[in-house]
Every structure is written in C-alpha cells, then in structure tokens.
C-alpha cells in the first residue's frame, strides 16, 4: 500500500467545508494543537515540520527559530548566529526582513544530513518514500525545484516589514501577479506527487507546498482571492491519480 501525505501549509478549518472543497476536508477535518516558536510566539514552519517527521518538539530535534526565519547560507546562517549574541530581537527581526527582500536565499532548507549526524529518526527511515520540498529536510541541497526558485526572485511581490504595528506584516506590489505564481507553485508539488503515486515505487509519499500560506499573507484585503486560491488548490489536490493499493 501506498500512503500519500499532502501538506498544505497554513491551510485553515474554518474556511473549507466537504461541499464547497471535497478534496480539502476527505472524511473528516479539524483545526490541530500545535506548537509555538519561543522566538515569535506564532507557529514555525521552520520548526513544525522536523517535529512532524520525527515525532519531537522543537528543543529536541534542536531546529528552532532563533530571529524568525532560518537561511540555507553557511555564511548567512554564520551572520544570524552573531546576531543572536549580540543584537537585540527587534533589530534581527529587522535583518532577517532585509535578507528576505533582497537576496535570492531560501529559508528552510536544513539537508538530511543533520538528522543522521545528531541521531535523529524520521518517518522516512527504513521505507521506501518520496520527500517533496519538506522544509528543513532536504535530500539534495544542491538542486531546487521551482517551488524554490520561485520564492527566491520574488522580490518585491511579497514584502515582509516587522515593522509594522499590525498582524499583517507582509506586502505585495502586484498581488494577482503574486498570486499566479503561488499557484504555481502549489501545481509544481502537487504535480511531483501525482508523478510518484504513478510510479508505484513508494510505500510512502510525503509533499509539501508553501503556495496557499504565502496567499493568506497578503490576502487580508482581498478575501475573494485567498478563497478562490482554496477553490483552485482543491481541484489541483482532486486531480492526483490513484495507484492500484494506494491511500490519502
């Protein structure tokens, strides 16, 4: 048998429903508990997804969020560790935005090979399974599919400020534009999911996309194009093919 896990990240209970999005909610569906960064008091993609895939919380599996966002650069990651030292929250915040609207550097990239190094066991351990763009889990950190070439040149389509005094920190110059390119990246990975299931090689298959988070983002003042985005990601999600002994 073949086990298909699909991660939408950021997608919300409250705006699905078994009628209106059928392949969103399957049989059943629910909000979760989860855990909050020490570092931003909000959950952490960065370190949600090691805690999903093997089972321990954050100060276990040791990824955790030190300025609200991890870089795949040794020497970035090399800056933001100095930072820590010596530079107060605000100020790393204020750094971290910068990196983020200028460089083309991808967050969440950490290689498979420090869950070896530091003993750590995974879902993935002993199967045979495909791992699509799992943040901080990365098979081979020298190749980048276009999900993540995409979120490196997004440049001023998605504007991250800390600044600002509201819960909305984050801006788009074009937002349909930006929107676009969202989808498109949620139909690259659900794509490569769809390609494993019929390759029937899989005992597990395990993706995930950041497209309908980086929309809820910026769509605080355009809810007509965050749902439409839940509209489009659940016929992408309801066109994946069914192998003979397969399940989601």
Same mark, same amino acid.
């Given at each position: 048998? !073949?086990?298909?896990?699909?991660?939408?990240?950021?997608?919300? $209970?409250?705006?699905?429903?078994?009628?209106?999005?059928?392949?969103?909610?399957?049989?059943?569906?629910?909000?979760? *508990?989860?855990?909050?960064?020490?570092?931003?008091?909000?959950?952490?993609?960065?370190?949600?997804?090691?805690?999903?895939? !093997?089972?321990?919380?954050?100060? *276990?599996?040791?990824?955790?969020? *030190?300025?609200?966002?991890?870089?795949?650069? $040794?020497? =970035?990651?090399? &800056?933001?560790?100095?930072? !820590?030292?010596?530079?107060?929250?605000?100020?790393?915040?204020?750094?971290?935005?910068? /990196? /983020?609207?200028?460089?083309?550097?991808? $967050?969440?990239?950490?290689?498979?090979?420090?869950?070896?190094?530091?003993?750590?066991?995974?879902?993935?351990?002993?199967?045979?399974? @495909?791992?699509? &763009?799992?943040?901080?889990?990365?098979?081979?950190?020298?190749?980048?599919?276009?999900?993540?070439?995409?979120?490196?040149?997004?440049?001023?389509? #998605?504007?991250?400020? $800390?600044?600002?005094?509201?819960?909305?920190?984050?801006?788009?110059?074009?937002?349909?534009?930006?929107?676009?390119?969202?989808?498109?990246?949620?139909?690259?990975?659900?794509?490569?999911?769809?390609?494993?299931?019929?390759?029937?090689?899989? @005992?597990?298959? #395990? &993706?995930?996309?950041?497209? /309908?988070?980086?929309?809820?983002?910026?769509?605080?003042?355009?809810?007509?194009?965050?749902?439409?985005?839940?509209?489009? =990601?659940?016929? #992408?999600?309801?066109?994946?093919? @069914?192998?003979?002994?397969? &399940?989601?």
């Amino acid at each position: 048998m !073949t086990v298909v896990v699909l991660g939408l990240d950021a997608l919300d $209970p409250d705006l699905v429903d078994s009628v209106d999005h059928p392949n969103l909610t399957l049989d059943a569906h629910a909000s979760i *508990e989860t855990v909050l960064s020490s570092a931003t008091d909000e959950p952490s993609t960065h370190e949600l997804w090691p805690t999903i895939i !093997t089972g321990l919380l954050p100060d *276990e599996h040791g990824l955790q969020l *030190e300025s609200g966002i991890s870089w795949e650069s $040794p020497i =970035i990651n090399l &800056g933001s560790t100095l930072a !820590t030292a010596v530079l107060p929250k605000n100020v790393r915040s204020i750094l971290g935005a910068w /990196l /983020l609207n200028n460089t083309d550097e991808v $967050p969440f990239r950490t290689p498979v090979s420090y869950y070896t190094q530091n003993g750590l066991s995974t879902l993935f351990d002993n199967i045979s399974a @495909e791992t699509i &763009g799992i943040p901080n889990y990365v098979v081979n950190p020298d190749l980048k599919d276009r999900e993540h070439e995409l979120r490196g040149n997004l440049g001023d389509l #998605f504007q991250h400020d $800390p600044t600002e005094n509201t819960k909305h920190k984050h801006s788009s110059s074009n937002p349909r534009e930006f929107y676009q390119l969202c989808l498109e990246m949620s139909m690259i990975r659900i794509a490569r999911a769809r390609r494993a299931v019929r390759r029937r090689e899989y @005992e597990l298959i #395990f &993706g995930y996309t950041s497209g /309908l988070d980086l929309v809820g983002h910026i769509a605080y003042e355009n809810p007509a194009l965050q749902m439409r985005a839940y509209e489009e =990601i659940d016929e #992408f999600v309801g066109g994946a093919p @069914e192998g003979p002994s397969s &399940g989601r």
